[in-house]
């Protein structure tokens, strides 16, 4: 089993910038694709970026130049680096870790999900 600990969410001004981290934990070994998913209220989750153990990268329309998805030294870590975050961002953020659909937006209950982090910007 895997287990994700997710850190970084807050409170932030229209413009700026924050950085998400996600650890893994447990039969990481297995791990083939990690990814940010986002949850609107009362919408589904979405694919904000993901990246693939070999370093294919994905990413939401809606983040494209904004955001930065990338592995931590250890290949047990991945960060989310957010930048120009705007009102529409605001929502929790989730990290999952699990098969190769999680890479093309297609996460279900049978991957591993952290517990997730809430990002508000304000405008």
Not at 22 to 48: D, F, N
Not at 93 to 117: I, K, R
């Amino acid at each position: 089993q895997v287990q994700l600990v997710e850190s970084g969410g807050g409170l932030v001004q229209a413009g700026g910038s924050l950085r998400l981290s996600c650890s893994a934990s447990g039969s990481i070994s297995s791990i083939k694709t990690m990814a940010w998913y986002r949850q609107h209220p009362g919408k589904r989750r979405e694919l904000v970026a993901a990246i693939s153990d070999v370093g294919d990268k994905n990413y939401g329309d809606y983040v494209k130049g904004r955001f930065t998805i990338s592995w931590g030294s250890a290949k047990n870590t991945v960060f989310l680096q957010m930048n120009s975050l705007n009102p529409e961002d605001t929502a929790a953020y989730y990290c999952a870790a699990g098969a190769v659909a999680l890479y093309y937006g297609l996460g279900s209950d049978n991957d591993y999900w952290g517990q997730g982090t809430q990002v508000t910007v304000s405008s």
